[in-house]
């Protein structure tokens, strides 16, 4: 209901104009890389404790001391910063009424909250939205891993009719037509805008938000202390649930492996979708393979803590109850007549509901937002952020499906 | 096994491409004397160990900085470990232990003390999910023995140079042995029985040697997965379902396994009937199974006495084998270049498991080969194939090599070194990788900007190292500092002084 108040209000925008939100006449791009980089040669360039260590056949995969995986950097403070007001703007989107932030809202671990996001349409879609902490070091995007890069990732929400709605033709005219976009872009890249008419170009729309994206890392977790050597940074029941983590019992860092706490892998586990809706099969559709049937991406924990509810289609409410769900049996929740090729880690651990507990004491640990962006006040749009003011449709219920809407 | 797998098993097999051509017809006798000598084994992994001196071969130890620490019964050994810096030996005298003991910190030595034939022994009971568990690099773990976990007896993850030696494992979970994603390390010597997945696993590991290791009871007894340059000689493995074994599991972050000498070994009998847990990649193995190389490159299967496996003796094959798992469209599923060297083998195939039984049902043979590949590789070599019935050899020649002696240990001439240091500046990760998340150059973020304390501190870093550990507030207009206490006096004292030399 809110939702539809706030199509409205913003339908009204263009011609009530002084409810628009001034951004100042002129505004300089940051010229700083963000926390956690370091200014080199005209990039920023990601620095980390972690970058002490190596890791076995540069997998970035390991145990405690362990090298990160292959990670994307190097872009300059005015990408980054020029990425952050897109990536806040609502003017992306074809109705000009959700923003990237409104399902990766940095508020919520940039998640949203949702079990099943909900774009444009208003109506819960079929996976939730991920977590952007860390993307700089992923090789695969989506739940089913279809795209390779940032920028390819990007498109599929941007041009969804049911996510942002828009096209490329429109997001160009769009930005080309705010002056302010277009001084902002020549910033971020003076070379291609020495010509008097030079226009944006959607190559570098997709690059600025890579570049905000591939900014947001979180690697300073108490967790992180503990590996770097600090052994009083854990508690004990959080050591607790540490060992039963790595142990070959819950066997979870087998997948959610360190430093990453993901080894980047489909996996097929057979986890429920909510009830009533039809179910998924992942990965198989992707990457034409029928055994991947009900495979998905192994997603990484870190702030795992902030971005409730859980699993692609947010079947789980609690961390507890995610956890819960790999001592249930192999295949349990797998629906009648489905044949999955379950994970051969998917066993029956039998872990007691004190480790279930020690479990989700561990998983908190991975908590770090030190390095949490800015959000702008104002938009070059002149729009209002809608991350947080826009109708969020409630907490999904256990099925997923419906909303207090 | 029902009648439906029983078919299942042989078209699976069958449609993974099984090489039928010249299946049924065996190689003439040919008797010769070589006049020339063959050419010397190389792999990247004997490139990489060549040279090496005989005294320093399989040399590694753990440095011991002379701090040594008595665990008696009564106390805990975590403890011990809690209080030991890198270098420290703990001793662990006889009694019985119930705990989980995790290792993460770098050069300790776990050691059990023997008295009298009595052992340390970890009791899991039942409850407890691993025995040891360490992450540090340089870790030796011997003399113990490790009974009743649910999980593994000594697992590793990503420790670098270790030593598993000397240990009994006894009905001990899913793997007894299990180093994972190390490099450089020896497992010798270990008695391992009644484990319900592999007694030693090596998992994502490079340059290993698994040698002299008795392995019994237990689904598989020594398995090489998804690893390289690992040296598996003169181990005892008997009574398992599948004796020794070399896989690509698929689905794993490394996806190659290579260069690996199943060598010297005694491969004996190995007919337990299969108790794997159902899923499991090993459960897919027919019980009565020698050597079984999945999808693994380059295996060396030299000088083995293998003998009474009532399935096969050697078999090479693809992922048809794993029926159970999902496809990884990134793995590589054949066993590129078998090379069989002199083995001995008698007495193999002679009450097939079902499985293969139906395999062999249609090729109207009831007897298990001594060696098969599924696949009909064509690029696999053998010597003397005269000697052995085989199925599935017709496209391979004669190794132009007779053995891999002049390769003596897969373990590095010297340890895996930590990083080295001087290419890495520790203040400068520290300074850009935590404190910029509240100091930026010149302007004002969570904390005062880096210009201002650079004022304030000039020539005195120790200053902010100690600040930084025990910050006490000093701006009513800025919040708290947390305290840094959490890096060491070294890594804060070098990001202070980095700190002081910031430019921009």
Redesign the interface.
Known sequence: MRRKLARTLFALLPVVPWLAFAAPAEIRLSG?CP?????SAGQCKL???Y???????N?G??????GLPAYRDGFSPQQIDLGRYLFFDPVLSGDGTVSCASCHNPDLGFSDGLGRSVGVSGQPMRRSAPSLWNVAFQQRFFWDARASSLEQQMQGPLYDENEMATSPEQLLRTLNGIPLYRELFRQAWPQDFRAADAVIRLDQVYTAIAAFQASLIS??SRYD??A??????LTGPE?EGM??F?????RC?ECH??PLFT??????IGTPDPEGMAFDPGASET?G?P??RG?FKVPSLRNVALTAPYMHSGRFATLREAVAFYTGG?GHAVPPGEDL????H??E??LSDEELDRLVDFLKTLTDE??KPVQPRWLPSGRQPVHNIIARTGETHQDGASNDE | MNKIAIIAGAVVLLAGGFYLGKSGQQPATVIKVDSEPKAAFTSSGAEEVAGAPAATVRSLVTPTSGELIVVKEGESIQDAVAAASPGAVIKVMPGVYKETVYIDKDNITLSGVIEQGKYPVLEGEGLRNDAVLYSGNGVTVENLYITHYKGNGVMGQAGNNFIIRNNFIVDTGVYGIFPQLGKNGIVSHNIVSGIEDAGIYIGMSDNIDVVFNQVFDSVAGIEIENSRHALVESNFVYNNTGGILAFITPGLPIKTCGDVLIRNNFIVDNNHENFAIPGSLVSNIPAGTGVLVMACDDVVVEGNIINGNNSVGITFTDFSLAGNAANDPDSEPNPNRPRILNNIMQNNGNDPAPKVRAFLAAMLATTGPDIVDTVGMDDGCILNPERFRTIGLGKYTECDFATTANVASYTLPEPVPARSMEDVDKGRLAYYGICAGCHAYSSRMIGPPTQVIQALYMDNPEGIAEYAAHPVKKRPDYPDMPPQSHLDDETRLAAAKFMLNVTQ
Request: glycine share 8%; net charge positive.
């Open positions: 700083d926390p956690g980089f370091e200014f620095r980390s404790l970058q002490m260590y190596d890791s076995l056949e997998s995969v390991g145990g405690l001391k362990t690697l300073n202390q503990y770097h050597g600090y052994a009083d940074a050591k060992n039963v790595r142990s070959f019992v819950a860092a492996t360190p080894n980047q892998q489909i996996a097929v990457l393979e055994t991947l495979g192999r090729k379950i994970h051969w998917i066993w651990p039998k030190s390095f």
